[in-house]
């Protein structure tokens, strides 16, 4: 009998719900996680299964609650905070890339702490509500920094994240919460922590992508063919990033394009652009292109975010110029 179909939201619910049932020193902490069942109901129902002491709402206070995860690792435990919105990351940074980061650095001790972090617009949160920091982290030693684009990899990531002795920031996408449906991943599955996959063969051009990008760049892929053979790698883990994969695939393209949701200065797309000039150059037959927002907050009105963020039509316009260069 096939698996019954659960979406991305739902994915993550039962991620935590099964590595909670396996190992009783995983516990959840973060504003409104427990009575209210967090503020997208990812965690309904978990304090109805696991009681207060193991769904714990906390203050307002992501400093606060962050340090508190890290001092519940160092005692042991394997907690999973959840921030409200990613945008409210920079409340805690000193905790996250000072404390979580160096920690097993200075002191030889596993912190295994997973923060989730709703990212992403696209559901008209705005400028404090809908950005996407994940970039402010990449290159910080001591950090894994996961962004899962389908269902399976919310489940196997998290699995994997929670089971990881490093800290690891997972960026939940707020706007594919509902909208991504697959079946339910068996509770064995796990997705390895610095894998990409590719999510679509191609030969003519690569897009590199990851989140909400993975979607976007599959449905612009599809329409292009079969005039135009799209390969799309999706990064799932931004760091440490997979670099043997991103150079597999621009060496079967020769063309590379990077997209992502974070503005075009941040995210992993600066990085991914240093790799390939340092290490493919002579592999491209044009030069490697962003496909990003612009470097500004995300706007508020409806249609001023639909022309901030990465489109269908966009990216076609980019893949085909750089296809005819």
């Known amino acids: 009998m096939a698996a019954a179909e659960i979406t991305y939201l739902e994915a993550i619910r039962l991620a935590m719900r099964d590595a909670m049932r396996d190992d009783e020193r995983v516990f959840l902490l973060g504003e409104d996680v427990g009575h209210f069942g967090g503020a997208f109901g990812v965690t309904q129902g978990l304090l109805d299964e696991f009681g207060g002491d193991r769904v714990i709402d906390t203050p307002i206070s992501e400093e606060g609650f962050i340090g508190a995860a890290f ?34 650095w200075r002191n030889g001790i596993a912190l295994p702490v997973v923060i989730r972090l709703p990212s992403g617009g696209g559901v008209r949160g705005g400028p404090f509500h809908a950005s996407s920091p994940e970039g402010w982290f990449v290159g910080t030693a001591g950090l894994k920094v996961v962004c899962p684009g389908t269902v399976e990899d919310a489940y196997g990531l998290l699995r994997a994240a929670v089971e990881d002795d490093d800290p690891v920031l997972y960026f939940e996408h707020k706007a594919l919460y509902r909208r991504l449906r697959a079946p339910q991943p068996d509770a064995s599955y796990r997705v390895p922590i610095g894998r990409a996959r590719v999510a679509r063969d191609g030969t003519d051009v690569s897009v590199i992508t990851y989140g909400s990008g993975v979607s976007l760049a599959l449905g612009v892929a599809e329409a292009m063919a079969p005039g135009a053979s799209v390969e799309v790698l999706d990064l799932r883990t931004i760091w440490p990033l997979d670099v043997e994969a991103v150079l597999e695939s621009v060496a079967r393209t020769s063309r590379a394009l990077v997209l992502q949701e974070a503005s075009r200065s941040t995210g992993a797309a600066n990085t991914i652009v240093s790799l390939v000039a340092q290490r493919a150059f002579e592999r491209l037959d044009a030069p490697i292109r962003v496909v990003a927002p612009p470097d500004t907050p995300v706007p508020y009105a409806p249609e001023l975010e639909d022309a901030y963020l990465p489109s269908a039509a966009g990216l076609t316009s980019a893949l085909e110029d750089l296809l005819g260069y």
């Open 71 to 104: 001092g519940a690792a160092w005692m042991g435990e394997r907690p999973i905070a959840e921030l409200q919105f990613a945008d409210f990351v920079s409340c805690p940074f000193d905790q996250i890339v000072t404390v979580g980061a160096k920690t097993h």
